[in-house]
């Protein structure tokens, strides 16, 4: 199993250089959202594929073998993270509106 360290203190001064901590924390939030549902996609797709008998007393191997190949797999949010101190994680913000148009 791989072991991941992060260092928040790392990624809160690279990103406090920029001024947008909270904004990266929501960015990191969505990618991690992201990649957590393409993993469960990956673990529908793999599972579909094994056989399922309806029986509760065997035991289904395929099964173990592929939740222990998914169980190697790093957390959604030190993917995001790791992305994110790479630089490998973009995103913008959109721009926002003038206050004084809405309110007239």
Do not use: C, H, W
């Amino acid at each position: 199993m791989d072991i991941y360290t992060v260092n928040p203190v790392k990624v809160r001064m690279k990103e406090s250089q920029k001024g947008i901590i909270y904004k990266s924390i929501v960015a990191m939030g969505f990618r991690a959202r992201q990649v957590n549902d393409f993993i469960k996609s990956e673990l529908n797709v793999r599972m579909a594929d094994v056989i399922d008998t309806g029986e509760t007393d065997t035991v289904n191997f395929d099964q173990i073998a592929i939740s222990r190949e998914f169980d190697r797999i790093p957390k959604p949010t030190f993917i995001a993270m790791k992305e994110m101190f790479e630089n490998k994680l973009t995103y913008t913000l959109p721009e926002l509106e003038d206050t004084d148009k809405i309110i007239k």
